[in-house]
């Protein structure tokens, strides 16, 4: 488990990690998302100490780090495994010497340090590359590579500072299947910094949403859309503004659905049951978290009954109105 509490840290007198309390289950695979300068970065270095929080506390596996000596908080850090945008590689080492580095420091004799970073490899797919140099790699190999790096001194969380970014979809798709590989099978705790949404969307179980150093939103995504005016739901599944061609008088509706809702024929039922006439302006449709969940925009003419608004969210679907009236 992963336990912030009031977190500061000011950089020039300017908060760029503002009072952050987060807990991260073990086992959970979890967010951080924000714009670029939210402040995503610096909490990420604040959880492995490499920055010092100005306050607060910084508890890893039951250990508060702050209080920690140098020796002591040495060895925490080889239980929290980080992986970086820009790969952080020496082109000097082969990949094997890469991922045999992070072992360097520890108490593995060379033979304990090679077996292990084959091992680690092979789990990344890169077993057979081991004597390769780096520049030899595409940019996704070498992602692996910090990854099997991240992984080699059997850490219990994985920190990943937007490891993703540098990458195409297809290499992104993959590794993010890794990161969900090593959570399920090795039971990491994965702590996945991105500035993608669908990042988000496709891997992790829960997420905060940091705006100027501060956690506006968060928690597990299947709660997270159901909840009315979440701005992490419009960020994962943006409808964006109203078309203009809606008239003035129509009511505009968004309907969020997760999990047992998610494949109602919500729609059919709107025009077989109360006569209501819709037109869809918008929708997305996806699987985050391991549940089938959307949102859908709708424009119906004229006003909608109560009574209707009321049977959509009896069906437990959120209902916001977002032009119009109940009528
Ligand atoms: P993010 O990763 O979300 O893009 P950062 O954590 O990198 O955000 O930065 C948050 C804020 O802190 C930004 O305003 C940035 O300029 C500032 N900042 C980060 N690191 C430093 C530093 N070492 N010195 C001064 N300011 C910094
Ligand atoms: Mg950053």
Redesign the pocket.
């Known amino acids: 488990m992963i336990a912030l509490e009031h977190v500061m840290k000011r950089?020039?007198g300017?908060p760029?990690?503002d009072d952050v309390s987060l807990t991260i289950p073990t086992g959970e695979v979890f967010g951080i998302v924000?714009?670029?300068?939210?402040?995503?970065?610096?909490?990420?270095?604040i959880v492995n100490l490499l920055?010092r929080p100005d306050s607060g506390s910084v508890t890893v596996d039951d250990v508060e780090l702050t209080s920690l000596r140098d020796t002591e908080l040495r060895a925490a850090r080889r239980r929290i495994g980080m992986v970086f945008q820009r790969f952080n590689l020496l082109s000097s080492r082969s990949v094997r010497g890469n991922v045999e580095l992070a072992l360097e420091l520890g108490s593995a004799t060379r033979a304990e340090r090679r077996a292990r970073a084959q091992e680690m490899l092979d789990l990344v797919g890169l077993g057979h590359r081991a004597d390769a140099s780096i520049h030899e790699l595409s940019g996704g190999q070498q992602q692996r590579v910090g990854i099997a790096r991240a992984l080699a001194s059997r850490p219990s969380v994985l920190l990943s500072?937007?490891a993703t970014s540098a990458l195409d979809p297809e290499t992104t798709a993959s590794i993010l299947d890794l990161y969900r590989r090593v959570n399920e099978e090795l039971g990491l705790t994965v702590l996945l910094?991105t500035?993608e949404m669908d990042v988000v969307k496709s891997t992790c179980h829960s997420a905060a949403l940091?705006e100027h150093?501060r956690v506006v939103e968060q928690g597990r995504l299947v709660d997270v859309i159901r909840t009315p005016g979440s701005r992490l739901t419009s960020q994962l599944f943006p409808l964006g503004p109203i078309p203009d061609g809606v008239p003035a008088d129509a009511t505009v509706i968004d309907i969020t659905f997760a999990g047992g809702t998610a494949d109602r024929p919500v729609i059919s039922r709107l025009a077989r049951d109360h006569g209501v006439d819709v037109s869809i302006l918008g929708a997305a449709v996806e699987r985050i978290g391991g549940t089938q969940a959307g949102r859908t925009r709708l424009e119906v003419p004229g006003g909608v009954a109560e009574s209707v608004i009321a049977d959509l969210r009896r069906q437990g679907l959120l209902v916001e109105i977002l032009r119009g009236a109940a009528a």
Do not use: C, N, P
């Open positions: 950089y020039d300017v760029a990690v924000g714009q670029s300068g939210a402040g995503k970065s610096t909490l990420a270095r920055e500072d937007e910094i500035h940091l150093g």
